[in-house]
């Protein structure tokens, strides 16, 4: 807040917008104008704790170059229109797809960064107005698999387990989850238990050195792909030894006899084979689980992004369920969640599944939908889950998805195989409408452009991997003539005219309150209950966590602590799948499998990944994140203290493929997959040998270097987990070549994961005093 007069700045509640850890925080406002952030010491979250992205991402609000008017595509060329002329265009266009084509013809893709008021009216809009069933979001690159994992598990979404488990477990395992640089205030928490007087000890599982491996009692560092070998081996260790709760097993569970079985093969010595882990390490880490009092576990991107993602995650769920650790202080499950509002995403069934975590598979679940918005089950009721992400984009490419509208997500540097990505957006037979605050790569090649007020420009709530719900207040005035999301949705519902049975507005609320109450009311007597919740409980004090029914205004901490679960045939979310195959059970199935509703402990064999290191492309190939950088980077690049700690892509080696390769600190090297190519000068680091990773925050949408040839996904496959069919971008191969000789270190911060081995590199520093320009 350096340069303002403390007595002229209010303060506006939030919390974090920029990860899925919610930490809590108040906005400074001089006048009209953001001037700084500071944690809230009331929230059970962070306690007033803050990371880097939050102390200096909000700066990126106030860049010279938001979008403050619509754009329209005339002649080739986006120009500037008014806010009638695009809207009008976007729905006109919807008209005609819908009379010629029909409502398949129609697509949306959103986000997992906008509010819950937002995505509950797109579901409404797109399911009940549109009748479209062709709606996912972002989250399906991100948390598919955790949803999927969840439902798979217990039978519907929601986290078992709590923050505050942090403070009571004796072993905390981390599958895959680099907490250090992702969600720092979580490790915040962690290191405070370290340095305390009754430290817990830490597993991690992650191919390269990052901060949680540092502190790990075990590291495993497999090679990557290899997840479900390795969990394979450490529940047959666990089941060998008898490190099980019998009782919780009989009484909460069905499925133990097809793990025992299937697990029997995985000897550590297997496994050890499989994923270039010593055996002793596993036995190890099996022992230091299976001998926990209170076990915490969280899994991430490592698993949830990398092959046979749902079948990997499933099984630390597994883990649990045989230890019976879950529902009491200590005990718990995070699948985390990453963007900061993807929760809300999942509930609101703006993403592939339907609104408060029905079934679509459950008729009387559609019924309760048609009912709540007053129109026919007929036009809901689809033969399929909504369609996934990469399946959008297919139809897109196969020409029978004509219109798309993408909001608050950057496809054209985030999804995989880009070249391809990038040809199916440009494709004159695809009307793209993008909601977007600057002028991305993907809004670049949009036929209309509808500027967006963000996070502090607009009111609404959003709910984070612990199940906290937070209240957002609009802090400032959106910059020109941006309108939040909500705005704009609720005018496209106007201009459209969507009428529920009765002829009465579909859409019938008009400002964020109204739209919260209405999702209130779709949440009744589901998990996801918000009904005893009001704007007013959330202004002032901390987060809470849902379950909130109306007899449970302050929320509920843990799941499943009554060891009853979300999973009878009648409520759950899901009937599952096969984890390994994908493939749907089914209503009767499902029944046969759960009569009565506990939870499901479900075995999968391991299978080798299709793309791996082979003669041609010698390394595994993985991709990720930096403490500093938020994604592409629309946010963290303008600000300078972010963008100046990590400017420019990098590539990481390990020492000994370095010195094979004959390739040292700073040199520019060229990356091949089947799939593409970049350029990147090397870190030479800790990560284990035969892998390279590459942050994917880099696009091309870069004044100073607008080249294709350094985002990650130039590099990654087209290729999906079955089950949760989130993208596969931790598993590929890739060779290098040398282009040119360094002169200096490559440009990656020394501070994290990405530490160099070479001690001369000077250390990176993200300034921490911070001036505000008031000349602008
Ligand atoms: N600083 C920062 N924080 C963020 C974000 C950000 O962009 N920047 N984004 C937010 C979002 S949306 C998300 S989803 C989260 C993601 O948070 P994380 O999942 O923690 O981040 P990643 O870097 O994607 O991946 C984590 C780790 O997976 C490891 N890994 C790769 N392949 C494998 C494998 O096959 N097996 C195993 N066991 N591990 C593997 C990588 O080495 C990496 O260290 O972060 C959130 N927080
Ligand atoms: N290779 C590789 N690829 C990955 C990953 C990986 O680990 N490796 N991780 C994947 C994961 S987990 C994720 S979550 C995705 C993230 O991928 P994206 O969602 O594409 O990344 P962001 O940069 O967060 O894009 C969000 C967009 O929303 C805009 N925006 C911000 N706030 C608002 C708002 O309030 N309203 C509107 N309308 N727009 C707004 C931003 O300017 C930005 O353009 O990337 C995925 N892709
Ligand atoms: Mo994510």
Request: net charge negative; charged share 20%; proline share 6%.
């Amino acid at each position: 807040m350096a340069g303002a007069d403390p007595a002229s700045v209010r303060w506006a509640q939030s919390a974090s917008i920029l990860h899925s850890n919610g930490d809590a925080l108040d906005i400074a406002v001089e006048g009209d104008r953001m001037v700084g952030v500071r944690g809230r010491a009331s929230d059970r979250v962070n306690r007033g704790r803050l990371d880097p992205k939050d102390l200096f991402g909000w700066q990126a609000n106030a860049a010279p170059d938001r979008l403050t008017r619509p754009l329209i595509r005339r002649d080739g060329h986006l120009v500037e229109t008014d806010w009638d002329t695009a809207l009008d265009h976007v729905a006109k266009r919807t008209r005609t797809l819908l009379r010629e084509q029909g409502p398949e013809a129609i697509g949306f893709y959103t986000s997992g960064q906008l509010f819950l008021e937002e995505y509950y009216t797109l579901g409404v809009i797109a399911h009940a107005g549109i009748g479209t069933n062709h709606v996912d979001g972002n989250t399906r690159l991100c948390t598919a698999t955790a949803a999927e994992a969840l439902k798979e598990s217990f039978g519907c979404d929601g986290q078992p387990g709590s923050y505050t488990d942090v403070d009571h477990a004796d072993v905390i395992a981390l599958f895959g989850h680099n907490v250090a640089e992702t969600q720092s205030i979580l490790w915040s928490r962690i290191l405070d238990r370290l340095a305390g007087g009754d430290p817990p000890q830490l597993i991690c599982v992650d191919p390269r050195p990052t901060p949680v491996a540092e502190h790990a009692l075990v590291h495993l560092a497999p090679l990557p792909g290899t997840n479900v070998a390795l969990m394979n081996a450490l529940l047959h260790e666990i089941l060998a030894h008898g490190w099980i709760d019998e009782q919780y097993i009989a009484v909460h569970t069905v499925g133990i006899d097809d793990l025992r079985a299937c697990v029997a093969d995985y000897s550590p010595e297997v496994a050890a084979r499989i994923c270039d882990v010593p055996a002793a390490d596993i036995r190890e880490a099996a022992r230091v689980l299976g001998t926990a009092r209170r076990l915490l576990s969280t899994v991430l991107q490592g698993f949830y992004q990398s092959h046979q993602a749902t079948a990997a995650a499933v099984q630390v769920n597994n883990v649990h369920l045989v230890r019976g650790m879950l529902g009491r202080p200590g005990c718990g499950v995070l699948q985390m969640n990453g963007q900061p509002t993807a929760q809300n995403t999942r509930e609101c069934g703006a993403d592939g599944d339907i609104a408060g975590f029905r079934n679509w598979a459950n008729a009387a679940h559609v019924q309760e939908l048609a009912d709540l918005w007053n129109v026919d089950a007929g036009r809901l009721s689809h033969d399929g889950p909504p369609t996934h992400a990469m399946q959008l984009f297919e139809l897109a490419e196969q020409g029978s998805l004509q219109m798309l509208w993408v909001s608050a997500t950057n496809p054209a540097v985030s999804l995989p195989e880009l070249r391809r990505i990038r040809s199916i957006l440009e494709r004159d037979s695809l009307f793209l409408v993008v909601q977007d605050i600057f002028l991305t790569e993907t809004a670049a090649v949009a036929d209309v452009v509808l500027p967006a007020a963000t996070w502090g420009e607009k009111t609404g709530t959003f709910t984070n991997a612990d199940r906290t719900i937070h209240l957002s207040d609009q802090a400032v005035t959106p910059p020109g003539e941006a309108r939040s999301d909500l705005e704009i949705l609720l005018d496209y519902a106007r201009r459209m005219d969507f009428r529920d049975r009765d002829g009465n507005p579909l859409v019938h609320w008009h400002d964020p309150e109204s739209a919260f109450r209405a999702w209130q009311a779709c949440s009744a007597g589901r998990p996801c209950d918000y009904t005893g919740l009001s704007y007013t409980l959330l202004r002032g004090g901390s987060g809470i966590q849902w379950p909130c029914p109306a007899d449970r205004p302050e929320g509920t901490e843990r799941l499943y602590a009554d060891g009853k679960f979300w999973s009878r045939p009648d409520y759950c979310e899901s009937y599952g799948k096969d984890i390994v195959t994908g493939e749907s059970l089914g209503e009767a199935a499902y029944r046969e499998l759960n009569p009565e509703g506990r939870a499901m402990i479900k075995a999968a064999e391991f299978h080798p990944a299709k793309e791996r290191p082979s003669a041609d492309f010698p390394f595994a190939l993985i991709t990720g994140r930096t403490l500093y950088h938020f994604h592409t980077r629309t946010k963290t690049a303008r600000a300078p203290q972010l963008q100046g700690a990590a400017p420019q892509v990098w590539v990481e080696i390990s020492i000994a493929d370095a010195q094979e390769w004959d390739i040292a600190e700073g040199d520019l090297i060229e990356v091949t997959t089947p799939h593409g190519e970049i350029r990147a000068r090397v870190r030479v680091s800790r990560i284990r040998r035969g892998v390279l990773f590459v942050p994917f925050h880099y696009g091309y949408w870069d004044a100073d270097d607008p080249a294709h040839d350094r985002a990650a996904n130039e590099l990654t496959p087209t290729a999906w987990d079955p089950a949760s069919k989130q993208p596969i971008f931790k598993t590929g191969a890739a060779r290098l070549r040398l282009l040119e000789r360094g002169t200096g270190p490559a440009p990656a911060p020394t501070t994290a994961a990405s530490a160099p081995v070479d001690g001369s590199v000077p250390p990176t520093v993200c300034a921490n005093a911070l001036v505000v320009d008031r000349s602008v």
